[in-house]
Every structure is written in C-alpha cells, then in structure tokens.
C-alpha cells in the first residue's frame, strides 16, 4: 500500500471532511487499495477506515487518538509574547524557540540576569536553565514531582528549559540535569514544535543547530551523554535533521558517534515512536536518511561512519530535498566527489541521464568534460535549469562557481535568493569573493526578505561573509557618489583614454 503523509498538525474536521467526500463520490481504487475488507456499499465508518489506513493508521479510534497526542504536546514557544512577570520574561528570553531566534536575543536575557541576580533561583525552571544546582538541589529534595513540572512561558519541563537555554554566565547545567534526572525528569522529554511530528527533545536541544544555525548547548556534548545514559531515545529524527539536513552543513560527526554508540539505527524507536507510530521514521530508516544527507550535502567522513554500522548504501531517504534519488546520485549530482568515491567503494552504481550527466560535471569543475557535450546540451541547461549556479553557491563549489559564469550561467539569478545570498549565508567567503570578482551585485534584493547579501550574512551571524559584503557595499556606495560627483561621462573617461592610448602606440608594441 502506498500510504500517504499525514500532514503537520492537522484538525479531525480536516480528516472528516475527507471521509465525508469519499462516501458521496466513492474511489473503487482507494477503498480496494486500503479498506481489508472492501464493502458493496460504503458507510460513513468505512469511509473513516479507509481514510486512516491511507494516512498509516490501522483505524479510525487510532487516527483519532495520534491527533489528541499532538494537541497534548504541541507547543509554540517562538509565538509567545513578552510576559509580565519577570522571570517569565527571563526563560522567554534565554531559550532557543526556532522561530523567534534573532541574534542578540538570549544577550537580553543575559543582561537581564545581571541586573537581578535572584532571578537564578526564582523557581525551579530558572534554577535549570541557569544551572543552579545547589538551589535547584534544595529545591528538588523538599518537592521531588517539580523535576517534572510543567511551567514557565513555553509549557516546558525543567529539563528542557535547562536544554534549550543559551547563556553567557557560565552554570553547573550537567549537575543540575542529573539531578532532575535522579528527581524522576524524564530524560526523552520534550515538545512537538507548533504541532510538527517531529519532537524537539531535550537531546534535541542540547546538539543545537538547524535552519538559524542556533549554537549548541555551552555543555552540549556531557549533556547528551548524560541523557543518553539516562536512557533518552539515540534515534532522535529532529537532532539529526538540524545537524546534517537542516542548516549550514559541516563533516563533523562527533554527534553521530555518540548516538551510535548509544544505538542510533537499532531498537523500536523509544516513547515518541509509540506516541507518534506512522508518522516518525524508523531508526533503520533514520540512517538511510542521514546517508543521503551525507551524500547530498558531502560528507563523506560520515558515508564512512553510517555505512561502517550498516547503512543501506543504496537506501533512498524520504525527504523531498533527496527527490528520490540513491546516495550515490545525489553525490554525483551534486559535485561531491570524495562522497561518490566513498560510496563507490562500498558499491554502489548509477547511470545518469545526459542532463544529470553534465549537471554533475558542472557541480565538480571538471571544464573538459562539460565542453565535451556540446552546444545543445549547454543551451538546454542555460534555459532549464538557470538555478544551477545558485546550486553551486549554495554547496560551496567556488570553482563551479566560476565555470558556470564562464559558460553564461547569470551570477545574479534570482529564485527566491541569489548565488551571494546563498554565499554569504553559509559564510563562505571564498565563493562571496569570487562571485563579486565576477560582477555579482551586492546590493541586490531576495524575493522573500527583501534583503541584501549582506542583511542575510548579518542576521545569521556570518561575520567573515559579511565583513567582505559591507566592503564590496562601501566601495559600491563610493564609486556611485564619485560618478555622480563628477558628471555622466565620468564612467566614460578612462575607456576613451584606454582606447586613445592604443590608438597613440607605435605598431608592435604591448
């Protein structure tokens, strides 16, 4: 059976209203396909079942009880709005949301603590996000059930506001999380982010990362390990996706060791998958995710560790960024070769298509065998598929970069972004250099934000990026007043001296 997705959060009347349009205009197929005992005529309740075995789930009661889970859980701490009490406002401030995580916003919460140190102790969720352990010890020994308390702005337990906090003043946040843990804090805690099925768990927070780039927890590595000792789920989809599909991208693995030390890819998935059942990968199906982020982004340090503890090379991932493509093809594709090479090795093979083939070629540099298809196959990249150099800017292949622009790729294409936004996002310097030698416009606007290169290298912290952006903009700034300044044919002059020059040169001179 070909069971569908079920959408993020979504509302029974949604569900009923689908079975409601089966009954009146009834599908031969989907009920054959799905109902185990399809019926001559079809009532309202097989309607029902078909419509939730379609969604994965084996009847309609258990449709209805995944949707009450995710309400229960649902929270949506970057929607939360300033709250009046001040230690409200302190745990509002000091926890990553993905959402509201404007650079500069747990600093407020710092300044906010060194103007009213007690807030550290003023209830059992500042003393774990601040890492009060001696308080919090106190606290705990007179009320053991507040380890697993839910308060605070976001509707969170202890742990998880001590996970999700980002402070500057150092804290005991290792001693403070043993001793929820020891209290009875559970250690797979954790939300389901504005109704999104997949858990943002302790172990979530305390890696960090994702689409904001937002930083590890300052004792994130002890932290993990501790909670995975506690017993906490190694096959945690969300900590993986913001630390390999999700986010700027780097070949470290350290995160990956330790959840495979801890059975990362083994077991029936912990309680979020008996919660949560169809709508979560299984932890097989978790590594064949992440061998097609490894491939797909270019590590191939973690090709080498994934497949090392036995995952499929030739598995496909389900995301849609994978399009269904194998490991393999996606490292092809995508110019990652040491990647392929690692994949290779272990066995695995593709034939791609004539565009597929140049496209792979072009994301690798190699000039020779991208002239070697010819003027058609150019032409019909040029007008297909004018995003490529946006790709290679996005992966960091500055080489790319430059062959594209030589083969008449436009280095200021713009999708919703362009090749330097995508550039500076990553900080990647050396390809924010090369597209500004290559004429690309600083000053230009995404669709989305309205903003320059420079504005996405500033919201995301990438100071390197932006530090060359803001001086491309100065030197831009300058040379426009300097022209303005000096009448319309100023941009004109040193051309015509140029071409007075040549004319003024004896024969045979260079």
């Known amino acids: 059976m070909s069971v569908r997705r079920l959408p993020d959060n979504p509302s029974i009347e949604w569900l009923r209203k689908q079975a409601k349009t089966l009954l009146r205009r009834p599908s031969p197929e989907l009920v054959t396909e799905f109902h185990p005992r399809p019926p001559r005529v079809l009532q309202l309740a097989d309607a029902q079942l078909v419509i939730a075995r379609m969604y994965g789930f084996a009847s309609w009661p258990r449709l209805k009880e995944h949707l009450d889970t995710v309400a229960r859980y649902s929270r949506s701490p970057h929607l939360v709005h300033p709250v009046g009490d001040l230690p409200g406002e302190f745990l509002r401030l000091a926890c990553l949301t993905y959402g509201a995580d404007h650079p500069g916003r747990t600093h407020e919460a710092d300044l906010l603590l060194a103007r009213h140190p007690d807030l550290a102790t003023a209830n059992v969720f500042t003393m774990a996000a601040t890492g009060s352990a001696d308080a919090l010890a106190e606290t705990l020994a007179a009320d053991p059930a507040l380890a697993r308390a839910q308060g605070g702005p976001f509707g969170w337990e202890p742990l998880l506001y001590l996970a999700y906090a980002r402070l500057a003043e150092p804290g005991d946040w290792v001693g403070a999380a043993r001793l929820l843990l020891r209290h009875g804090a559970d250690p797979d805690a954790g939300f389901l982010w504005d109704g999104l099925t997949s858990p943002f768990t302790a172990l979530t927070g305390a890696f960090g990362g ?34 390999g599909l999700g986010g700027s991208f780097s070949d470290d693995v350290s995160h990956l060791e330790l959840l495979l030390e801890f059975g990362l890819g083994a077991g029936p998935g912990g309680p979020w998958h008996r919660r949560l059942g169809p709508t979560l990968s299984s932890p097989r199906q978790l590594l064949r995710e992440e061998l097609a982020t490894a491939a797909l982004r270019g590590g191939p340090r973690r090709a080498r560790l994934l497949l090392a503890h036995g995952a499929d ?32 090795a272990a066995g695995a093979s593709a034939e791609l298509e004539e565009m597929d083939a140049f496209v792979a070629a072009c994301l690798r540099a190699d000039a020779a065998t991208v002239a070697g298809f010819g003027p058609e196959v150019l032409a019909r990249a ?30 200021d294409h713009r999708a919703s972004s362009t090749p330097l936004h995508e550039a500076a996002w990553n900080d990647d310097v050396a390809t924010v250099r090369a597209l500004l030698e290559l004429g690309a416009d600083p000053g230009i606007l995404d669709t989305r934000f309205e903003a320059t290169p420079l504005g996405w290298a500033e919201h995301g912290g990438k100071l390197r990026a932006a530090a060359v952006l803001r001086e491309a903009s100065e030197h831009r700034e300058a040379s426009a007043h300097r022209e303005a300044s000096e009448g319309p044919e100023a941009s004109e002059r040193p051309e015509r001296r140029k071409a007075m020059e040549r004319q003024e040169r004896p024969s045979g001179s260079s």
């Not at 017993?231 to 989809?237: E, K, L, V």
């Open 210 to 243: 994702g689409e904001g780039d937002q930083a590890a927890h300052p004792q994130g590595p002890a932290l993990a390990r501790l909670l995975l000792e506690a017993g906490a789920d190694p096959n945690d989809a969300q900590t993986l996706y913001n630390r």
């Open 382 to 411: 040029l007008a297909g598929f004018p995003g490529l150099i946006n790709r290679a800017a996005g992966l960091g292949k500055t080489e790319a970069v430059r062959l594209l622009a030589r083969l008449g790729f436009d280095v």
């Open 313 to 344: 090379v030739d598995g496909r991932g389900n995301h849609p960024a994978f399009g269904g493509r194998s490991p393999y093809e996606l490292a092809l594709l995508n110019g990652h070769t040491e990647a392929a090479e690692v994949l290779a």
